[in-house]
């Protein structure tokens, strides 16, 4: 009996990990490309005050080539806030009300001031 208990709750905790093994790559990814951003703009800050940022090829490839590291890190978040979310509320922890982002109300409203300012800007 106790045999087959410790199984039951081996596989429960095997459950348990797989669910949060893409939580903890997903926050990994967000704060290393956030750090990584930081980095890159910590040295062309650098490079710019002693007025060599033009001269520095090296820099301005590394640059060119970071610049999807902002989408990156907002994937990376919004998947991790999202899937971190849900399990709980799939499993009856806690109420599937707390469990969505936005209203429809304001989902509309935000668009809406999205296409206000877009439309202002140009």
Do not use: C, D
């Amino acid at each position: 009996m106790q045999r087959q208990q410790k199984n039951k709750l081996l596989k429960q905790q095997m459950q348990l990990f797989q669910m949060w093994v893409p939580n903890f790559w997903a926050f990994r990814m967000m704060v290393g490309s956030g750090m990584l951003m930081s980095l890159i703009i910590g040295l062309a800050f650098f490079f710019n005050f002693r007025g060599t940022v033009g001269k520095n090829k090296l820099l301005l490839k590394v640059v060119l080539w970071s610049m999807p590291l902002p989408w990156i890190a907002i994937e990376a978040g919004w998947f991790l806030a999202e899937f971190a979310r849900q399990p709980w509320a799939v499993m009856s922890v806690t109420n599937r009300y707390f469990s969505f982002s936005l209203t429809v109300s304001e989902l509309w409203t935000a668009i809406g001031l999205h296409m206000w300012f877009y439309i202002q800007s140009s």
